[in-house]
């Protein structure tokens, strides 16, 4: 079955930064991520790459900023009091993930001062050329009640 769109796809992934050493990968965590292909849950460089691919395939796929997480910009730096950090042991480069009214949101720590910590809002992979390694393991129509939902359930996916 090939992956088209509103389809389940299950699937393992590796990225990094064209060149460089492996920034993440679904096998460090253990299950593979799952999605309902098309609806924008990945970059659209991914989605392009994969579509039309089948269960069992493992292939790379090279994807620029514009098609993965933009171009960085300037000016994007923010205060924040420390609190919204909780217990976390702050520094300088640190990647966090920050809850805000429109949801989870990675960003970058600049400096950590006594109250306040400086962040950039641009996502930790803005502007960057990202390789992805990607094994496809499942390919299935998605039910009803995903569909309606807009996710997956089950293994990978939502649990409720
Ligand atoms: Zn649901």
């Known amino acids: 079955m090939k992956i088209e769109k509103d389809r389940v796809v299950r699937f ?17 965590v253990g299950a593979p991520l ?11 460089g991914l989605e392009a790459a ?13 994807v ?3 098609e993965a997480y933009g171009e960085r910009k300037d000016g994007l730096t923010q205060r924040i009091p420390k609190k919204h950090f909780g217990d976390q042991k702050l520094a300088p480069g640190m990647q966090v993930v920050l809850q805000t009214n429109f949801g989870p949101r990675a960003v970058t720590v600049e400096k950590v001062g006594m109250s306040v910590v400086d962040v950039d809002l641009n996502h930790p992979m803005a502007g960057k050329n990202l390789e992805f390694d990607i094994e ?13 939902h807009g ?3 089950g293994e990978g996916g939502h649990a409720h």
Do not use: C, T, W
């Open 12 to 28: 393992h992934y590796a990225v990094a930064e064209a060149g460089k050493e492996k920034l993440e990968s679904s096998r460090d």
């Open 34 to 44: 799952a999605i309902l292909f098309g609806r924008g849950q990945i970059i659209p």
């Open 50 to 62: 994969m579509e039309g691919r089948e269960a069992g395939e493992s292939f790379s796929a090279n």
């Open 64 to 66: 620029s900023p514009a």
């Open 136 to 148: 496809i393991i499942e390919v299935r129509e998605a039910s009803e009640e995903e569909l309606a």
């Open 151 to 153: 996710h997956v359930h």
